[in-house]
Structure formats: structure tokens, C-alpha cells
């Protein structure tokens, strides 16, 4: 059976073209909102599998029943539609662990692929925001990194021989040695020395960031 969606927008145009396009690709479209109280009252009701809501609604916007959502821990995935191209808004969005964020002039065009990659548990964000805010995204690589590798190759990236990463994690320079093969291999580097450390001195702002 299809994932369960609804949508809420304050903006009757722009929610009856959602609805329309929706229903016309055979969504499974099971409740509609106009304002952000409405939205909420039919996420905790109905709990669907997403719901798209507009970021600037009456009574709660898009943010707000998002927090609401992770403090009570349900399952509904969260897109916002929206014109801002706004940092501030797009950070706390990465905060609130929000699915997807699609600019509403290319609604139209992008939510298919939001929701498919929603669906299959990926994040969305519109390329253009990404693009206007010249927002520098971490390589996917690192994702398949443990905590411990991550560590190790932020360390690589401030120079440290293996013998200073292992006082550091306390840990033997071998099983050091041992993480850099796993972080080679899992990053599909080439085995040649200086590969690993090259890749860490380009990443070091998003290994930071990891610690």
C-alpha cells in the first residue's frame, strides 16, 4: 500500500495545487490542512508516514510541529514547502532531523523525488537552497565511518602519527594502523601513502564537526 500523506498550507492556491497533483500521481492523500493547529490535530490523529507542511502557517508553523513531532517521538517524517531560502530556517530544520525542505516555485517539479527519497529514509533538501546558500555538505562517505574512525582520521587530519592518535584514544598504534586500513577500504581509497591523509586535510571542517 502507498505511504500515507498528508499535506497543510495556509495558502489556498498552493494547497489545492498540491492536493490535485498529488491525487493525480495516486498518493495516498488522507487529510488536508489550512492552518498549522489543523495540521498537528490530524498528525497526531492519523499518524501518516509524511506530512508536507507549509514553514509559515496560523496558530503553529511548519518548525514549531516539528518539534512538537520529535518531542513526542512520532513517527511521521516531516517535509516543509516554503519560499524562504532562509539559513537560520534550513539550520534548524538539520536540528529538527526534517526530512525534506522543498522551495514551493519548484514544488511541483521536486516533491516526487522528496518523497521517494524521504520513503526510502533519506533526506531531501532543494538544490537551488542549497545552491543560494552555498551550503557545503559533508561527503556521504563519512556516514559509513564509526565514531572511533571518525576520530582517527580527524586526528590524521591535524598530523598526528599513529603512535600520538593511540596515546590519544588509548588504544595500541596497531589497532590505530588497523582503523586506517578499515577507513581505506570503507572510502575506497587508494592504498598508497598519503591517500588517507590527503582525504582528511580536504574534510578536516566537516571531521570537526563530528567530534
Known amino acids: 500500500m502507498a505511504a500515507s500523506i498528508i499535506i497543510a498550507d495556509d495558502h489556498p492556491l498552493v494547497l489545492k495545487g498540491l492536493t490535485d497533483f498529488l491525487k493525480e500521481k495516486e498518493y495516498n492523500l488522507i487529510g488536508s490542512a489550512a492552518d498549522g493547529k489543523e495540521a498537528f490535530d490530524l498528525i ?10 507549509d514553514i509559515q502557517m496560523p496558530f503553529l508553523t511548519g518548525l514549531e510541529i516539528a518539534e512538537k513531532c520529535k518531542e513526542l517521538s512520532l513517527p511521521t517524517k516531516i517535509i516543509l514547502i516554503t519560499f524562504e531560502k532562509d539559513e537560520t530556517i534550513y539550520n534548524q530544520a538539520k536540528t529538527l532531523e526534517i526530512y525534506g525542505y522543498v522551495l514551493k516555485e519548484f514544488a511541483l517539479v ?20 542549497i545552491e543560494f546558500l552555498e551550503i557545503v555538505e559533508p561527503p556521504k562517505e563519512l556516514q559509513v565511518l564509526t565514531p572511533t574512525e571518525i576520530e582517527v582520521l580527524r586526528l590524521i587530519a591535524l598530523n598526528k602519527t599513529a603512535k600520538e592518535i593511540g596515546s590519544i584514544l588509548f588504544i595500541s598504534s596497531r589497532t590505530v594502523e588497523k582503523h586506517k586500513s578499515h577507513i581505506i577500504r570503507k572510502l575506497d581509497l ?18 570537526a564537526k563530528n567530534t
Open 44 to 53: 497526531t490523529s492519523k499518524q501518516p508516514e509524511i506530512a508536507i507542511l
Open 110 to 129: 521536486e516533491i516526487e523525488n522528496c518523497i521517494s527519497a524521504v520513503l526510502n529514509g533519506k533526506s531531501y533538501f532543494s538544490p537551488e537552497l
Open 190 to 207: 587508494e592504498s598508497k601513502a598519503g591517500s588517507l591523509a590527503l582525504f582528511a586535510k580536504e574534510n578536516e571542517e566537516f571531521l
